[in-house]
């Protein structure tokens, strides 16, 4: 039995293994493939540890097969990142998909039914609402029209239980789900008191970790203390250069809406130092203004984006496995692609898809010869 996990590992901690460790008290002989964001995640931000690191914590720590998500789905709305994932899952030939609540799971499913037969009316409201963001439309329409409504149906790992669901509900999966309730914090609390089991905590606290060693896993450690990823300064510099210097449309850029460019440009010239900051407002998140700046530099369009997920899924990313794990039930249904390989047998569309995680790369490690990291074997536990 495969069981999937929708996962960032931005960086893995015990909160992580805790989900792990239930889903092998429940399936002890199961098999757990994650389903990992790479080196860019979806708050649009790099991974503070790279793919490779990342996937030795995960097999060390029960994973038994990693997938790569494409730095392009990586870098997408919710939406677009859960449906891509559940689509790989269901072509593998997952027989669940496990993921994170923080609600019981009967309300999530209900809401979720809530917001399927209710599409159209919430598209529609949404066109009348232009000037609030996205998720507030989704809270203000339901709290008018869903009698169950709570906000606790909005915490993070709730939104994204309830992507996964319609996800499977559209594609029409045989997989069924496996809802593990989150343990002792909030997922963006930064708070040092939920280091164990908060992502954000330690991203937002690494100046300190050598004070909270002991309550994330030793491998996580010794990763962040010697190979964490910094932000790449040049990024604005590349953003300026491409507004000012090449004058590049964001037109066809995905996740761009008319007057993005202006906000982009009357920040940059403003105040550089606070950019980040002073871009948001409510109608665009920090996150999703982000994810635009990286999609722009890197030259996402929304038509390729849109090619792709509306395709059969042609080939995924092995990035480890353990030795006893059996890739023959994925190998039935997509082509197995690994780092060190040519791109000569994919279509089009699947080598650049994955040319965009080489583009990443480079941002990245900008100063390194990025074909020796990207290169790298897959990585057999």
């Known amino acids: 039995m ?13 909160g992580h293994l805790h989900q792990i460790d239930q889903i092998k008290k429940i399936f002890p002989e199961s098999n757990i493939i994650a389903i990992m964001s790479g080196n860019v995640v979806q708050r649009g931000e790099f991974s503070i540890l790279d793919k490779l690191h990342k996937t030795k914590i995960a097999l060390e720590h029960g994973i038994d097969c990693v997938i790569e998500i494409p730095s392009v789905f990586s870098l997408q709305s919710a939406q677009n990142f859960s449906y ?59 709290k008018q029209n869903y009698s169950e409504y709570s906000d606790e149906i909005f915490k993070s790992n709730n939104i994204l239980a309830l992507e996964y669901m319609k996800s499977l509900d559209k594609l029409h999966s045989k997989c069924k789900i496996l809802p593990i309730r989150r343990v002792n914090s909030e997922y963006n ?26 309550k ?21 510099d590349i953003l300026s250069y491409k507004l000012f210097v090449e004058k590049s449309e964001l037109d066809n850029i995905t996740g761009y809406e008319k007057g993005l460019d202006n906000l982009l440009s009357n920040a940059l010239n403003e105040n550089y130092d606070d950019f980040f900051e002073n871009i948001k407002n409510k109608k665009y998140t920090k996150n999703r203004l982000q994810r635009l700046i990286l999609n722009y530099i890197l030259g996402v369009d929304k038509k390729f984006v849109d090619d792709i997920v509306n395709a059969d899924i042609e080939a995924v990313r092995l990035l480890g496995f353990k030795k006893n794990f059996d890739l023959s039930a994925i190998k039935k249904n997509c082509k197995i692609y690994s780092l060190n390989r040519d791109f000569s047998s994919l279509s089009d569309n699947y080598k650049k898809l994955f040319e965009y995680d080489i583009k990443v790369s480079r941002l990245i490690y900008s100063t390194k010869k990025v074909n ?9 536990k």
């Open 2 to 14: 495969n069981i999937a996990i929708v996962s960032e590992y931005n960086p893995f901690h015990f």
């Open 84 to 142: 891509y994932a559940i689509k790989v899952i269901d072509t593998i030939g997952c027989d669940y998909v496990s993921f994170g609540i923080e609600t019981e799971i009967k309300d999530l499913i209900s809401y979720k039914d809530f917001l399927l037969e209710n599409e159209s009316n919430i598209k529609q409201f949404i066109l009348e609402n232009k000037n609030i963001s996205y998720n507030k439309n989704i809270m203000i329409f339901s």
């Open 189 to 214: 609390s930064n708070s040092l008191e939920c280091i164990s089991y908060s992502a954000s905590s330690i991203r937002s606290n690494l100046k300190l970790l050598e004070e909270f060693k002991d």
């Open 216 to 236: 994330i896993p030793s491998l996580t450690y010794e990763y962040l203390k010697h190979n964490s990823i910094r932000s790449n300064k040049k990024l604005l």
């Open 372 to 380: 020796d990291f990207y290169n790298f074997p897959v990585i057999k």
